[in-house]
């Protein structure tokens, strides 16, 4: 798939291999070089169970159900995904030769059916709990079949056999003081397998459908060693490794294990990188952008280490967002002066309900039902002015 370069200004900075915006400030449009191409564009950035808010926005506006098109059927030829938002736009993509409302609608269906929890396996479709006692006292599954809890369990101590074995002989060998050997021994993540969402990538998204998609894919992750962003697109995420691509997109840091990929492993990229850079380097003229926001929990209680760092994660993608925006921003200011298209940016923020629970973890199905109604209402009020869109109004 070619990569198209179309900007005149850039939002993206100094480091973007594209005309910065420095060097065209002042000049003329017949100096500079051509503006955005037209593409639509929608990015998708959901944690988690927090995504499922981004199935209602996704399905009111392919519906036409939204003031931000006109209440017209929104029709884009680009979808950008980070984090769970990437299964979200994989999934829409896989499923586009379908048509648009077939699509979503599949897409609601695996989350209602497949992602959300269910007393028929242990957890839900994304992730479960190594060693989980419980599972072997689930009565539901152990009917199904009898067997897999036990395969399960006795899988699981041989992964914290080896992987205790691994940290151990670390610990030995490491020359760091020891108290920085004993805070770097325990690691949350070997506790979750997201084994479940594997198998389920293999049944919900093809890869052949993948490949021959109308529908261009771009998925953001971030290489752990190297930081730096690494995007996926239709054919990279329809062949062999496809797969752990997509598991390593929605590796949350210090909660889900990274996945390995081509010597490198890779972790959820909302954190790192600008989730608006892959549209707007092919020349989107027109954003629709999901940022879900989590209800404030007003508890007392302390917070876990865990919790910590998801939300010192979330305010970085807040904070690498709200700078790809000012950039945006920025580009339409000039853009203004000299008489020229701006790019358009709706936002859309669906209010995810918390609670006691670390909410990227939260599949249960009372919470996605709420969250994709929510998303649904969010976009069929949308309000440009309330929402702060960029860019709207002006030709």
Not at 52 to 70: C, K, Q
Not at 316 to 333: F, K, M
């Amino acid at each position: 798939m070619t990569r198209k370069r179309s900007l005149g200004y850039n939002p993206l900075g100094e480091e973007s291999s594209d005309t910065t915006l420095k060097e065209l400030v002042g000049k003329s449009s017949a100096e500079a070089a051509d503006g955005p191409t037209g593409t639509v564009a929608i990015v998708l950035g959901g944690r988690g169970g927090e995504a499922a808010g981004e199935v209602g926005v996704l399905e009111a506006l392919l519906a036409g159900r939204s003031p931000a098109t006109g209440k017209a059927p929104l029709r884009p030829s680009l979808v950008v995904g980070s984090s769970f938002g990437s299964f979200n736009a994989a999934l829409l993509a896989a499923r586009w030769r379908h048509g648009p409302s077939q699509a979503v609608g599949e897409l609601e269906s695996v989350w209602r059916e497949r992602l959300a929890d269910s007393r028929e396996r242990p957890g839900n479709g994304v992730f479960r709990f190594r060693g989980d006692p419980l599972d072997l006292m689930n009565p539901e599954r152990l009917l199904r079949r009898p067997v897999a809890p036990v395969v399960d369990f006795a899988a699981d101590g041989a992964f914290f056999a080896r992987d205790w074995l691994s940290r151990g002989l670390d610990f030995v060998r490491s020359s760091a003081s020891l108290p920085h050997r004993f805070f770097s021994l325990p690691d949350l993540a070997s506790l979750v397998s997201t084994e479940p969402f594997a198998s389920l990538l293999k049944d919900t998204v093809g890869r052949d459908e993948l490949a021959a998609s109308a529908l261009e894919l771009v998925v953001v992750a971030t290489g752990w060693e190297s930081g730096r962003s690494r995007l996926f697109q239709n054919a990279e995420l329809a062949a062999t490794e496809g797969y752990s691509r997509l598991r390593g997109a929605i590796a949350l840091p210090g909660i889900f294990p990274a996945v390995k990929v081509d010597g490198e492993r890779l972790l959820d990229g909302s954190a790192s990188a600008d989730p608006l850079a892959p549209a707007l380097e092919r020349g989107a003229a027109e954003l629709h952008v999901v940022e879900t926001k989590l209800e404030a929990e007003g508890s007392e209680r302390e917070c876990s280490t865990v919790e910590v760092l998801e939300q010192s994660s979330r305010r970085q993608a807040r904070s690498v967002l709200e700078g790809s925006l000012a950039g945006v921003d920025h580009w339409n200011q000039v853009a203004a002066r000299e008489r020229r298209p701006p790019i358009v940016v709706h936002r859309y923020h669906p209010v995810v309900e918390s609670n006691d629970t670390l909410s990227v973890l939260d599949f249960s199905p009372d919470r996605i039902d709420d969250a994709i109604e929510e998303g649904r209402r969010v976009a069929a009020e949308h309000d440009c002015h309330r929402a702060r869109c960029l860019g709207v109004g002006r030709t």
